[in-house]
C-alpha cells in the first residue's frame, strides 16, 4: 500500500457519531468528516473501520435502535462516491505483521482492533489518524488526533 494519497485516516467512531443524529457528537463528527473529505491531501478509511461501523450501527441493541442494512450502505456509499474517500486494504502478510507487533507492544484483548487500523493507516502512509478514542493504541510514528475536543482544529497526542 505504499504511496497511498490520503493523509488523514478516521476511526470507526467518528463515522458512527456521524451517522447517527441521535448522538450528542453527531454534529461535530460530521463537521470533522467534512474536514477531512475537504483536505486537499485526501482521506481514508481503514477497512476494519467499516465493518466495526456495520456491526455497532446495524446491532439490534445499538441506542437509538438499529440502523437498517441499506441506510448504513447508503452512507458508507456516500462517503466512497461524494465524500471522496478510499477503503484501506491490507497488504500481503499484513497479519503477521500485526501480530508480531502486538506482541513485541504487549497488545491484548480487543486493542489489537486498534493496532490493526493504526498499522493498515502507517503502511499506507498516512500522516494523522482521527479518533474519539483517548485509549487508542499508540503506535510509534502515528500521530493520533480527537478533531471532537477541539473547537474547529485538531488535538493530537504526538507521534505515537
Known amino acids: ?19 447517527r443524529a441521535g448522538c450528542a457528537e453527531h454534529a461535530a463528527a460530521r463537521r470533522a468528516i467534512e474536514r477531512a473529505a475537504a483536505s486537499p491531501d485526501g482521506w481514508c478509511i481503514p477497512l476494519p473501520c467499516v465493518f466495526e461501523f456495520w456491526s455497532v450501527v446495524t446491532h439490534p441493541s445499538c441506542v437509538g435502535g438499529p440502523s437498517p442494512p ?4 447508503d452512507f458508507i456509499d456516500s462517503l ?7 477503503v484501506l486494504q491490507p497488504g500481503a502478510n499484513f497479519a503477521q505483521r500485526c501480530l508480531r507487533i502486538a506482541s513485541n ?5 480487543p486493542r489489537v482492533f486498534d493496532l490493526q487500523i493504526g498499522l493498515l493507516a502507517l503502511e ?17 510514528g502515528l500521530k ?3 478533531p471532537l475536543t477541539d473547537r474547529g482544529g485538531i488535538k493530537t497526542r504526538g507521534r505515537r
Open 1 to 19: 500500500m505504499e504511496g497511498f494519497p490520503a493523509v488523514i485516516a478516521v476511526d470507526t467512531n467518528l463515522l458512527v457519531y456521524a451517522h
Open 70 to 73: 441499506a441506510v448504513a450502505l
Open 80 to 86: 466512497l462516491s461524494t465524500g471522496g474517500t478510499q
Open 105 to 109: 507492544l504487549s497488545v491484548s484483548g
Open 124 to 140: 499506507a502512509g498516512v500522516t494523522e489518524l482521527w479518533t474519539h478514542d483517548a485509549g487508542f493504541v499508540a503506535l510509534p
Open 144 to 146: 493520533v488526533g480527537d
